[in-house]
């Protein structure tokens, strides 16, 4: 019930095209939901984040559209460029003093010039 | 903003030394810090979790007496490996916040290869 399921592993996409990630969750006590991405060598930055009380945020390229009731959420790279290409990872957090970041298990990102 | 440093980002050492690794939070007070670990191409694996002042958390399988952590002000927290192993080789990742529910920001990350 604690995990967080992130698909697809790996994704190819040509330059100007979007990049769509997915990932599902159990825990209904989640109560944020960030993305990180992560270059090779580099520790994970974040990119957005997301409550559920929106369905959708936008920042820049990226949008996370958030299904509460399906208990996905997902990111959107629109326009992807070559320096996108990272791996991605979406995690949640449950609302409780304390509670831990769970990391789904990421996705590698390649955008094709 | 919210800047988090890992030092040193490589080490490579003999069997059986100890290894240290800083954790600094640039420019806020870092209330809770975390350690994580990361293997090749997969996701971060809670190691344990530090609040200032107070002893570690430990993940479920993670030995406390191999993985040492002080967080023993705001700013800094710090990892060390005893008698490391080839094992122990990954990629080490700590993480900081300044409050409950704000969001965690990352360090660089250190490379630890034990031969």
């Known amino acids: 019930q604690q995990q967080v399921k992130q698909s697809p592993q790996s994704l190819i996409v040509q330059k100007g095209g979007i990049s769509i990630i997915n990932c599902a969750y159990e825990n209904t006590a989640f109560d944020y939901f960030p993305w990180y991405q992560q270059f090779p060598g580099k520790g994970p930055a974040l990119l957005i984040a997301i409550r559920p009380d929106v369905s959708e945020k936008k920042e820049g390229r990226f949008t996370i559209s958030f299904n509460k009731s399906a208990k996905q959420f997902s990111l959107h790279i629109m326009d992807s460029q070559p320096g996108d290409s990272a791996t991605y990872f979406c995690?949640?957090?449950?609302?409780?003093?304390?509670?831990?970041?769970?990391f789904g298990q990421g996705t590698e990102l390649s955008v094709k010039p | 903003g919210a800047v988090v440093s890992q030092h040193p980002s490589r080490v490579i050492c003999k069997s059986g030394t100890s290894v240290k690794i800083e954790c600094r939070s640039l420019?806020?007070?870092?209330?809770?810090m975390f350690w994580y670990r990361q293997f090749p191409k997969q996701s971060l694996m809670l190691m344990a979790t530090s609040n200032e002042g107070s002893k570690a958390t430990y993940e479920q399988g993670v030995e406390k007496d191999k993985f040492l952590i002080n967080h023993a002000s705001l700013t800094l927290s710090t990892l060390t490996v005893t008698s490391a192993h080839p094992e122990d080789s990954s990629f080490y990742i700590c993480?900081?916040?300044?409050?409950?529910?704000?969001?965690?920001?990352f360090g660089d990350g250190t490379r630890l290869s034990i031969l």
């Open positions: 420019d806020f007070q870092a209330t809770t």
């Open positions: 995690a949640a957090r449950p609302a409780v003093r304390g509670g831990k970041l769970i």
């Open positions: 993480s900081a916040r300044d409050l409950p529910g704000r969001p965690q920001h």
